[in-house]
């Protein structure tokens, strides 16, 4: 597998990590029903972004190695604690970011 090809990977990670925390619309796509996405559906989005980023890892393993090779918990929880890092950057610029937007205007 190239360099190339695991950074993209790692840059698809971090771009599904940040999505449930940079916009108000449901997975990209529906309304939220008063305008705000509460937290239980961010948490909702960010388990299924680590299911498509693994879904993906798969992809990108089956490609270059031509096996996907089992994995036990410890792997799980690994890219889990990975992906929640990457989510860093999303989560202070929705509670840390924004709000000090707002009072400063």
């Known amino acids: 597998m190239s360099d190339m090809t695991i950074w993209l990977l ?3 990670y971090l771009i599904l990590a940040n999505l449930p925390w940079v916009n108000e619309r449901l997975f990209l796509v529906i309304k939220a029903a008063n305008g705000k996405k509460g937290a239980w559906w961010r948490v909702l989005e960010i388990t299924v ?9 798969m992809v990108f393993e089956t490609q ?6 089992q994995q036990d918990w410890e792997f799980f929880v690994t890219t889990l604690s990975l ?6 950057p999303g ?15």
């Open 10 to 12: 790692v840059l698809t």
């Open 49 to 57: 972004y680590y299911f498509v980023a693994l879904f993906a890892g």
């Open 64 to 69: 270059f190695a031509g096996d996907i090779y």
């Open 83 to 88: 992906f929640l890092t990457f989510a860093v």
């Open 91 to 105: 989560v202070i610029y929705r509670h840390q970011w924004l709000p000090l937007q707002k009072k400063l205007r």
